[in-house]
């Protein structure tokens, strides 16, 4: 499942020291067969018109499945894998799910445009939470870069309230006057907010 949200904004993996995706891929082609994103094809579409770059190179390479039926039709565990994760997710609807086949994907499972393949292509999946259909090649690297996220918000968190407890105002870091606990605060939020759909405010 591709977040083009992830893609058209600054990371906030970005600066935190994520090495490049390593070469783990099993070359099925069963991800190309079975790509669908956190929006909706209306959405998707719309986006298109407002000029937004992802969203273009996205349909450009990924002509969508006429219905679900068709796509379980080609890569039926993917897409029960997909439709499991929505039914827990309060901001999908399992009827405006679209799954998507790459134009340029060979019958060997290979891609035809390799070289100049969009960036949503070069950097899935982008995180550890992407649904990569099930024995993919990154199965150990999502769920070690799921546990570096988690690692990293709960160090923040706790130097927060180490932070709290150590400031001589309650309002300044006990080491840096300059620095404001609420700007602290606020950068932890951050971190935060773009994986509260996975439990980020309880790590």
Same mark, same amino acid.
């Given at each position: 499942?591709?977040?083009?949200?992830?893609? +058209? %904004?600054?990371? =906030?993996?970005?600066?935190?020291?994520?090495?490049?995706?390593? *070469?783990?891929?099993?070359? !099925?082609?069963?991800?190309?067969?079975? @790509? %669908? %994103?956190?929006?909706?094809?209306k959405k998707l579409q719309?986006? =298109?018109?407002? +000029?937004?770059?992802?969203a273009q190179d996205f349909?450009?390479?990924?002509?969508?499945?006429?219905?679900?039926?068709?796509?379980?039709?080609? =890569?039926?565990?993917?897409? #029960?894998?997909?439709?499991?994760?929505? $039914?827990?997710? *309060?901001?999908? @609807?399992?009827?405006?799910?679209?799954?998507?086949?790459?134009?340029?994907?060979?019958?060997? +499972? &290979?891609?035809?445009?390799?070289?100049?393949?969009?960036? !949503? !292509? $070069?950097?899935?999946?982008?995180? +550890?939470?992407?649904?990569?259909?099930?024995?993919?090649?990154?199965?150990?690297?999502?769920?070690?870069?799921?546990?570096?996220?988690?690692?990293?918000?709960?160090?923040?968190? %706790?130097?927060?309230?180490?932070?709290?407890?150590?400031?001589?105002?309650?309002?300044?870091?006990?080491?840096?006057?300059?620095?404001? &606990? #609420?700007?602290?605060? @606020?950068? =932890? *939020?951050?971190?935060?907010?773009?994986? $509260?759909?996975?439990?980020?405010?309880?790590?």
């Open positions: 499942m591709y977040d083009l949200n992830y893609y +058209g %904004t600054e990371s =906030v993996i970005k600066g935190e020291g994520q090495d490049p995706l390593p *070469d783990l891929c099993h070359k !099925c082609g069963r991800c190309c067969r079975s @790509a %669908t %994103t956190y929006h909706s094809y719309e986006l =298109v018109e407002q +000029g937004d770059k992802e349909l450009e390479i990924f002509e969508p499945y006429e219905s679900i039926e068709a796509a379980r039709a080609v =890569v039926p565990d993917q897409v #029960e894998q997909v439709m499991a994760v929505v $039914k827990d997710r *309060d901001d999908m @609807a399992e009827e405006e799910i679209t799954f998507y086949h790459c134009r340029y994907v060979t019958d060997e +499972g &290979l891609c035809g445009i390799y070289e100049r393949r969009p960036r !949503c !292509c $070069k950097e899935a999946p982008a995180h +550890g939470w992407s649904v990569m259909p099930p024995g993919c090649g990154f199965e150990g690297w999502q769920f070690e870069q799921r546990e570096k996220q988690k690692r990293m918000i709960r160090d923040l968190k %706790t130097s927060t309230y180490i932070m709290e407890q150590m400031s001589p105002d309650g309002e300044s870091h006990p080491l840096r006057p300059e620095t404001k &606990l #609420e700007d602290l605060r @606020a950068m =932890v *939020d951050e971190k935060i907010k773009p994986w $509260k759909t996975f439990g980020s405010e309880f790590w």
